[in-house]
């Protein structure tokens, strides 16, 4: 059975840096694509990045791009999510998910991490 075992969020101020992780427990990584999403106070979750089996990196933010970066460890069987220059409006939980391929569409993903939240505050 594979498991999504997140890590990494927390308070940081606007301008901050955070690196959330996301270890795939069970299967190796190299079979799976990780897609990570958010889902803020009231909003609806929303796709923010994946990388796929194959090492392929998709941005389905606009917002995000520039600030943060997706990457795996294969060694580790950790996925990576880089977030620089956090603003208020990142604040939300943050969610990796596995599929065989990326998709912004949260449906399409098999299986989930417990989610972590992310609070950009002064």
């Known amino acids: 059975q594979l498991q999504l075992v997140e890590s990494g969020g927390g308070l940081v101020q606007p301008g901050g840096s955070l690196r959330l992780s996301c270890e795939v427990v069970?299967?190796?990584?190299?079979?799976?694509?990780i897609g990570w999403f958010r889902q803020a106070p009231g909003k609806e979750r929303e796709a923010v990045l994946c990388?796929?089996?194959?090492?392929?990196?998709?941005n389905y933010l606009d917002s995000v791009k520039g600030r943060f970066a997706v990457s795996r460890d294969k060694a580790k069987n950790t996925a990576y999510l880089q977030m620089n220059n956090l603003k208020p409006e990142d604040t939300a939980v943050y969610s990796c998910?596995?599929?065989?391929?990326?998709?912004?569409?949260?449906?399409?993903?098999?299986?989930w991490g417990q989610g972590t939240q992310v609070t950009v505050s002064s």
């Open positions: 990388i796929g089996n194959s090492g392929t990196k998709v």
């Open positions: 998910a596995a599929k065989w391929y990326c998709s912004r569409d949260e449906s399409e993903f098999d299986y």
């Open positions: 069970g299967l190796t990584l190299d079979r799976y694509s």
